[in-house]
Every structure is written in structure tokens, then in C-alpha cells.
């Protein structure tokens, strides 16, 4: 199994930055892609970003040019750096990972999940 624990939310005002960190334990050998997924109330799961073991990322359309992922294999922990942060960003941003090296944005085709942190944008 993979276990998976984010870290870096918080509260940030309209224009700002965060960086949001998750950390793989256990079976991370079996991991090729990891990703960021997030979920605003009563909106449905929105998928953020992916990063592949070689580095190849993926990015969904409300983040692109604002945030960035970046993965240090060595380390078994992937980043997400968010500038520009909107209130629309308010969200739980939870850490994905799965074993497939294909870039997903469906949030069915990971296998592992963490719990998510709450990152608040306020206005």
C-alpha cells in the first residue's frame, strides 16, 4: 500500500501564494504518476494537476499558468506551487497517485489517496 499526507494549506489573500506538499510512504516503488485534485463545497471533484515519474505534467484549465507541479523522486514528494490565488481557488486540495504511467485527469483512475488540506482565498 501507499500512503499519502499533505501539508502547506492555509489562508492567503486574493493575489497570493502557497505551496502545498505531499509526502508517499510505503509501497512508493509502485508509483509512476501523482497528482492534485481538489473539491470546493458542494462542487464536484476538479482535477489540478499531474506529474509523471520522468517529469511530463499535466494541468487543468483554471490552473494553467498559475500553479506548477514539480515531483523530487529521490524524496518521494510532489509539490504544487500556487501564485495568483483567487477566491475560486477555495477548496480541500487533496494528493493522488497511481501506479499507471499515463497522465489522468479522472479522479477514478488513481489508487491512492490523502486526506487533503484546505487552502482558503480570501477576497
Known amino acids: 500500500q501507499v500512503q499519502l499526507v499533505e501539508s502547506g494549506g492555509g489562508l492567503v489573500q486574493a493575489g497570493g501564494s502557497l505551496r502545498l506538499s505531499c509526502a508517499a510512504s510505503?509501497?512508493?516503488?509502485?508509483?509512476?504518476?501523482m497528482g492534485w485534485f481538489r473539491q470546493a463545497p458542494g462542487k464536484e471533484r476538479e482535477f489540478v494537476a499531474a506529474?509523471?515519474?520522468?517529469?511530463?505534467?499535466l494541468y487543468g484549465d483554471s490552473v494553467k499558468g498559475r500553479f506548477t507541479i514539480s515531483r523530487d523522486n529521490a524524496k518521494n514528494t510532489v509539490t504544487l506551487q500556487m501564485n495568483s490565488l483567487k477566491p475560486e481557488d477555495t477548496a480541500v486540495y487533496s494528493c493522488?497517485?497511481?501506479?499507471?504511467?499515463?497522465?489522468?485527469?479522472?479522479?477514478?483512475?488513481?489508487?491512492?489517496w490523502g486526506q487533503g488540506t484546505q487552502v482558503t482565498v480570501s477576497s
Open positions: 493522488a497517485a497511481r501506479a499507471s504511467a499515463s497522465l489522468e485527469s479522472a479522479s477514478q483512475e488513481y489508487d491512492y
Open positions: 510505503g509501497r512508493t516503488f509502485s508509483i509512476e504518476t
Open positions: 506529474i509523471r515519474r520522468s517529469g511530463r505534467t
